[in-house]
């Protein structure tokens, strides 16, 4: 096997860093860190580096036609100006923010933002999917209790959906007309036990051209290429242990972009993995497809 090369974005480095976004019409990479309050951006054809603050945890961003993010954050969800830095809330969080926040999510071809959360106490299943379509959102349902793993199949006929505390990626049947999620089955489970086959908890995931869903390995240090039927069909290890999600990027969306994670990291894995809380970037040979924006 050739060996992959890994680089980190120049000042890249957060604190626990999430879903990067590829905007395909600035052919910029976003991204966020949810500890650090922020959503990041960096121009990769000037090495450019921006940065907005927000009040709150942000967990998901999508881009929108018309300029600027929806950012879903823990007191709610806001568009971002990012010419200006000015937030607008939306819609208020449906949700004890006090012990719960939205986290991963991801927008569906007909322009639904589709977001999950998680409660701060992550031995209870308080979590759950919700959906967001013109400024109006529902809950879902799927319980669980760090939703994660948010994607769509390449035929839109399924979504993906993981609970990162119980290890397990599940897959559901889903109507994009309707925006109905049907039933649903594990995709794949990993072990809980910690050991030499322990592969980490899955947690951000993105899906190729040809249907394979790509899943960063929380604490496992990985990506796992999974097909359509969960096989592995690839494994990159990364320097990092805690990366949290990938995305394609670039102009031939042959770039997979990985955030990851500093915080609460030992000094001794931060010394041993210096790229920890970095933005990583490596080419693939399967590329991805552009994210789906959001319709306010």
């Known amino acids: 096997m050739p060996v992959i090369e890994i680089h980190a974005l120049p000042d890249s480095r957060v604190l626990l860093g999430e879903c990067p976004l590829w905007h395909p019409t600035e052919q910029a990479l976003y991204w966020i860190d949810i500890a650090g309050h922020a959503v990041h951006r960096f121009d990769p054809s000037g090495c450019n580096h921006r940065s907005w603050p927000l009040s709150s945890e942000p ?24 010419d200006n830095g000015t937030v607008h809330f939306i819609c208020e969080p449906p949700y004890d923010a006090s012990r719960i926040r939205f986290n991963d999510g991801r927008c569906d ?39 994660n793993g948010l994607a769509f199949s390449k035929d839109n006929r399924n979504l993906y959906h993981a609970d990162t505390t119980a290890h397990r990626i599940s897959v559901y049947d889903f109507d994009l007309a309707s925006s109905a999620l049907g039933g649903g089955q594990v995709f794949k489970q990993f072990t809980e036990v910690r050991g030499t086959n322990y592969q980490g908890r899955p947690d951000g995931a993105s899906v190729d051209s040809e249907g394979a869903y790509w899943c960063a390995m929380y604490e496992g240090g990985k990506l796992l290429r999974l097909s359509s039927e969960g096989a592995l069909l690839q494994e990159v290890e990364l320097p990092v242990r805690c990366p949290t999600m990938p995305a394609f990027g670039g102009a031939d969306y042959r770039t997979l972009y990985v955030t990851s994670v500093s915080s609460k990291r030992s000094e001794k894995e931060l010394k041993e993995l210096p790229l920890s809380g ?17 319709k306010p």
């Open 109 to 147: 071809a007909a322009g639904r933002l589709w977001i999950g959360t998680l409660s701060d106490d992550r031995s209870k299943a308080l979590g759950a999917l919700y959906v967001l379509e013109r400024g109006s959102i529902r809950k879902v349902g799927n319980p669980c209790t760090v939703s």
């Open 278 to 294: 970095c933005v990583l970037s490596l080419r693939v040979d399967v590329p991805g497809t552009p994210e789906y924006p959001y």
């Open 59 to 82: 967990g998901c961003i999508a881009w929108m036609a018309d300029g600027g993010l929806v950012v879903a954050m823990r007191s709610g969800i806001a568009m971002l100006n990012t």
